[in-house]
DNA sequence: TCTGCTTACACGTTTGAATCGG
DNA sequence: ACCGATTCAAACGTGTAAGCAG
């Protein structure tokens, strides 16, 4: 039996062979989704990418953006982000890297970040480069603000999921997308442990520019001005008060998607290594990923989140589930079966969704038009679904490696009034919608807790713990 | 003692409201 | 009245370092 620290990785080397530079735009059916800035990706993930996660959330950086193109201009799409674990250890930073510091902890509540312009028409998203700037982390798990939780000294990477979609409410039924970008791996920290990352990042970000000269890094708790504390105070009060009392900086930000100035997209050269999945994002039953950056052993992402990195499907059709939610369904079936029996467990349950309306319906949305001036979309034959459905059917909580996966209908136990009443205080901040994902709620001790009051439902369930 | 986490801090950037001029 | 440009302050985002906790 290895020791843990036989199997220790080394993260400050260039990536692993698995991280080789593949295909960095994924073709798969028609969609296809590139990383913005795949060379300073390559550079951080070549040091080793820290991302500070702190109790009141911070930004990734890089960010995460990408492109996507051979979307249906005139179908609405749902833009989703989740982060998964790495493997199933936990690190330190000992002599200059990384290396395994034990088993992982439990997984926090899993949550996604839903796109603020989610649903938008596949033009909107193609049209300019869609950047998660807003995503924000936390390692605080009683997390409120719909941060994505994650534990300092794991790794992680994130995972993009497309969703063609109406709306929120449809999510369900809709065929998922997901995309990995291997060089997007990060280790989640709370102070930087790599100088080489710091600097990198202090180079490539604009608000650590203050951080660049010298003499502006010694002391400062020393200064304790009294206009300065009194501003601060007040700052922090009024940032205070509108976090309480109103969704957080998502509606400050008139939008967040789209960087106007970067009409002209990269090009992208078929050299990098993206990954890109079509299944059940909450499969139990996921085939191994062929990652290899993780210590040997049995893939410990097991424990966590098996991904599958899935070999193109024959075909795929963007098929479109609204209908289920109208006509019964095997699979909605499932989800009625389950009434009675509380949340079920993982293995039969189906997916909660986490659904929000627009908590802004004032604010004009370029999606938001009425009635397509595309036109009817045409909608594949109910027929079409079937093997889908069968997918979904097929073992019972092991919906197995699949190309397509359908989301099921409401799980019994969830209250359907959840979703057709949105009550203002019923939602989260739309724009920061995160889901708990709370599926393993009665294995991991985790409950929705306050998840009433933000609405946070679990939208995958993969593997928590 | 060591390691990791939290928090206060200063400062540059971003944002949006207010103002001005045509 | 309208529109675009400019100004300015508030708000945000950032890494660092001190202090704390286990």
Redesign the pocket.
Known sequence: MQSIRDLKPNFSGPPPSSMAPGPDAYLQGNIRMTLEDPELWKTFHGIGTEM??????????P?CKVNLSGLIPCAKYILLVDMVPEDGF?????KEKWEV?GKAEPQPPCRTYLHPDSPAPGSHWMKQSVSF??L?LT??TLDQHGHIIL???HRYHPRFHIVQADDLFSVRWSVFQTFTFPETSFT??????N?K???L??DH?????????E???????????PA??E??????D??RD??EDSP??F??????GYDGEEGDLPKRKEGDDVKEERYSPWAADREHSARTESPAGADPRDMYNAEQLVPAPASYQPYRFHEYGKSPSPSSSIGSSNSGSGRSSFESRVPDVATVPDHDSSKPRTHEVGPSACGPQHLPAPQDYSGVLNVTMTQAGKPGVIGHHIYSPYGAEQPLGQWSGPGPAQYPPPHHLAADYTTQAVHHGYHHGNMAEWSQYPLFSYSCW
């Not at 936990?90 to 000992?94: A, D, E, L």
């Not at 970000?205 to 000269?213: L, V």
């Not at 003499?215 to 001005?225: M, Q, S, V, Y």
Request: charged share 30%; proline share 4%; net charge positive.
């Open positions: 500070i996660i702190t109790k009141p959330g911070r930004r990734m950086f960010h936990r690190y330190k930073w000992n510091a700037l807003k924000k390692n605080n534990h300092s000294m989640a920290v709370t102070a930087y442990q100088t990352i710091t600097k990042k202090i970000n604009p608000f650590a520019k203050g951080f660049r000269d003499g502006t890094n010694k002391k400062r708790r020393a200064t304790k001005n300065c504390l501003k601060r105070s007040r700052m922090s009024m940032n509108s976090e957080p900086d509606c400050r930000s008139s939008y967040e």
